[in-house]
């Protein structure tokens, strides 16, 4: 009767535990509905109203960077048709820099 009595227990507590595991499970899965439907409002009242806006002022700075990065092409071309030598010189120059640093900065392990 004692093996009974310590069965029906184990067999009660494994039952109050997975009543109360589901119930707090329960409560964080409504927790993060909440928050997900509270991020969702948030992001539509944002961007539902003022999307064109927002739209407009992310196409003018992809086309302010676009434009930038033209002009730096274009310089740096008519550098090297200019002075070809001096290019070289600063291309070499700054492989030779990341070489050695690459060597300073390396473990004794790949020695």
Known sequence: MRNRDIESHIRDTAERAGERARHYADDAASSAQGLLERGRRRINERLGKRSQSYGRQLS????????????????????????????????????????????????????
């Open 60 to 111: 003018h700075v992809a086309e302010d960077l676009a434009d930038e990065a033209n002009y730096h092409y274009r310089r740096l071309r008519r550098q090297v048709n200019r002075h070809p030598a001096a290019t070289v010189a600063i291309v070499a120059g700054t492989i030779g820099a990341f070489l050695l640093l690459r060597r300073a900065f390396r473990s004794d392990d790949e020695d």
